[in-house]
Nanobody, 124 residues
Framework: QVQLVESGGGLVQPGDSLRLSCAASGRAFSRYHVGWFRQAPGKERDFVAGIRWGSGSIYYADSVTGRFTISRDNAKNTVYLQMNSLRPEDTAVYYC?????????????????WGQGAQVTISS
């Protein structure tokens, strides 16, 4: 397994941008599928974006399509989530997750490695 650490969260105003990083330690991170999820208070953990190893296929939730971009740098063992045009409803704790085998990228239960989360707050 790999260990994941998120960074880059913070408090920003609507319309601003943030970039989250998910740094992995452990072997062969480049062969892990990676997903970003978020959880607002009192709500379920929702899929945000995902990227497969190998094919490099990318997936986004409808709510973030066109605003968020997921990417990975295997040389740095890091996956990024660039978030633009942020809205108050994007406020949540953001988690990165990884697994070597994932059928449904959008399902949290498919992932067995999780980071500790990064708080993102959008407020004027």
């Amino acid at each position: 397994q790999v260990q994941l650490v998120e960074s880059g969260g913070g408090l920003v105003q609507p319309g601003d941008s943030l970039r989250l990083s998910c740094a992995a330690s452990g072997r062969a991170f480049s062969r892990y599928h990676v997903g970003w999820f978020r959880q607002a208070p009192g709500k379920e953990r929702d899929f945000v974006a995902g990227i497969r190893w190998g094919s490099g296929s990318i997936y986004y939730a409808d709510s973030v399509t066109g605003r968020f971009t997921i990417s990975r740098d295997n040389a740095k063992n890091t996956v990024y989530l660039q978030m633009n045009s942020l809205r108050p409803e994007d406020t949540a704790v953001y988690y990165c997750a990884a697994a070597t085998e994932v059928e449904a990228m959008t399902s949290p239960s498919e992932y067995d490695c999780w980071g500790q989360g990064a708080q993102v707050t959008i407020s004027s």
